[in-house]
């Protein structure tokens, strides 16, 4: 099995940033109509290549992002989980967003609340962040339930700016924690 450096880790789950070997696996996840049917569409490999290496970009900079997450049993890609800086028109903004993009076969495990956690506590005893929100459209009642789960609360109902031409994913909950 490959030996892989994680920034740190949780019972199940190793963070890390991302490397180019990791296009591929994220290219399925962010390619699965059902993994993003509440986002305006599946991405392309090109966009997944973008945003993997914006996030790489976003740890140099920062020491933080989405961060590529493996199983530690099987050193297998489940998708990302992270935090990253936002600065899109909302009233809680500039912020600092916490998220989450897991393969479906990786789904009903636990494994986004159990990561949100750890990111959180990253956020909060290594980063000194004071404040971390977390933005989802009102129908994807899964993200809501993590967003509870690692006990954010509710701040604002509001129409995202950036999915202003997506009537199903346009009214959006913000969540936030504070340390």
């Not at 049993?73 to 993009?101: H, K, M």
């Not at 494994?111 to 404040?131: N, P």
């Not at 954010?152 to 924690?177: G, N, Q, T, W």
């Amino acid at each position: 099995m490959e030996q892989k450096c994680y920034l740190f880790t949780s019972d199940r789950l190793g963070f890390r940033n991302w490397v180019e070997g990791d296009v591929s696996e994220m290219d399925k996840i962010s390619g699965d109509q059902e993994v993003m049917r509440y986002f305006p569409a599946a991405k392309t490999l090109k966009e997944t290549e973008d945003f993997i290496f914006r996030m790489q970009q976003e740890f140099l900079n920062k020491g933080f992002c989405y961060f590529a997450v493996d199983r530690l049993d099987t050193s297998e890609l489940v998708g990302f989980i992270g935090i990253c800086s936002q600065t899109y028109e909302a009233s809680f903004n500039p912020s600092v967003d916490i998220g989450w993009r897991l393969g479906q076969k990786h789904w009903g495990k636990g494994f986004a609340t159990e990561g949100a956690v750890c990111c959180l506590r990253y956020a909060f005893d290594e980063l000194s962040l004071d404040r971390i929100v977390s933005v989802a459209p009102k129908a994807n009642l899964s993200s809501v339930k993590v967003m509870q789960k690692i006990g954010m609360k509710e701040l604002i109902s509001f129409r995202h700016p950036l999915l202003e031409d997506y009537p199903a994913l346009v009214e959006c909950v913000c969540y936030e924690i504070r340390r």
